[in-house]
Each structure stands twice: as structure tokens, then as C-alpha cells.
């Protein structure tokens, strides 16, 4: 019994472990990401403002892999986040997540054709850390480190620290400085406000 126990247990936590440790799951997607920018470079000449949209779309889905969007808001909204309803909390992840999947696109497109290195990662448990730093043409450095947990299986990023500065943190001190002037509500229809307006300035101006 115990013996058929113990192999249980053996085959669960290998079934359990996740695919891709931190380090190979953050390369694996920041490589799929590079490479779809640098084939968009490719073939520039080319290039039609639908696949470069394409391309966007695709770059924001590898986004959604690598990051757990629903921890990042959780952990922005902070102490604001156990007041909200069920509801509540999804329309404010959803747009969040839009919020920063723009923000992501963007900040990777102006990182193109720059180099990545890596320097290893740290684990403690289920959570992780894998650093690395972007060298520019002009040799300045960026050091940009991945905050990682373990959620149903797979290693997600749940903060982005980008010379020390976290993006969870700073997002945070917006927040609860326009929730404690204003209200939750201001914040929310600000959000709504940036959402459309990304929308419709995506599409050129037009609307619906």
C-alpha cells in the first residue's frame, strides 16, 4: 500500500511539473515575438497595414501566454481589488489587460533589432525570477526582470521590472491616487475612455 502510494504520488507531481521552467517559458515567447517583428522588417516593403495587424494580434495572443493578466490586476488594484464584485473584477481585467497588451506591443516594437541576453533564473517554490537586459545600438542598457508563478501548471509573469522600477508598482500608485481623489467609478470610465479611444485610433479614426 504504501509503496503504491509513494508511486502515486511520483507520477502526479510528474504530471504536475510544468512543460517549460521560468527562463525557457519567458525566451520561448520573447523569441516567437522577436522573430514576428523581425520578419515584418523582412519583408517592410511589402507589408500592408492588414498584416501588420495581423502581426499585432499575433504579438498581443503571445502576450496572453506569457502573462497572468488577472494577477497583475489583482495586485495593481491592491487593497481596492476585495471590494469589487465578480462582475466587476472582469471588466476591469478585461480592460486592463487591453491596456497592457497595447502597452507591451508598443514597448517591444520600439525594442526591435535590439539584443536580449539572459542571465538565469532564481526559483523559491512557485515563484520565480528571470533577469535579463536589452543592449542597444548605442550600448546603453536595459535591465528587464520577469516576475513568474506557477498557475494551473505553467510559469506566468505577474510583474515586469524595467530598471528596477516595477510596473505593477507604478500602475498601483495611479491607481490609488485617482481611486482616493475621485472614486472607483472615475477610474473604471477612464479606463473605458482609453480603451475606445486605442480602438478607434487602430483603425484609423473611424468608427463603427
Known sequence: ????????????GA???????????????VGRVVTLLQDGDTVKT????????????????????LFDFEEVTRRTLSRHWAARSADER?????????????SYVTRVEAY??????????????????????IVTDRRSEIALDYRLHLRDGRWR???LQID??????????????IIQAESYAALLERMRKKSVEATLAERGGKKL
Not at 500500500?1 to 502526479?12: H, N, S
Not at 511589402?46 to 501566454?65: K, V
Open 112 to 133: 526591435a533589432g535590439e539584443n536580449i541576453a539572459y542571465f538565469g533564473e532564481a526559483v523559491d517554490a512557485s515563484y520565480a525570477t528571470v533577469r535579463s537586459k
Open 157 to 159: 509573469v505577474y510583474d
Open 46 to 65: 511589402e507589408s500592408t497595414a492588414r498584416q501588420a495587424s495581423d502581426r499585432r494580434t499575433e504579438i498581443r495572443r503571445l502576450a496572453r501566454e
Open 164 to 177: 528596477g522600477v516595477s510596473f505593477v508598482s507604478t500602475y498601483r500608485s495611479q491607481f490609488d491616487r
Open 15 to 29: 504530471v504536475a511539473a510544468p512543460a517549460m521552467g521560468p527562463r525557457e517559458t519567458v525566451e520561448s515567447t
Open 90 to 102: 472582469a471588466e476591469f481585467v478585461a480592460l486592463f489587460t487591453d491596456l497592457l497588451e497595447r
Open 1 to 12: 500500500m504504501g509503496k503504491t502510494l509513494a508511486a502515486w504520488i511520483m507520477v502526479a
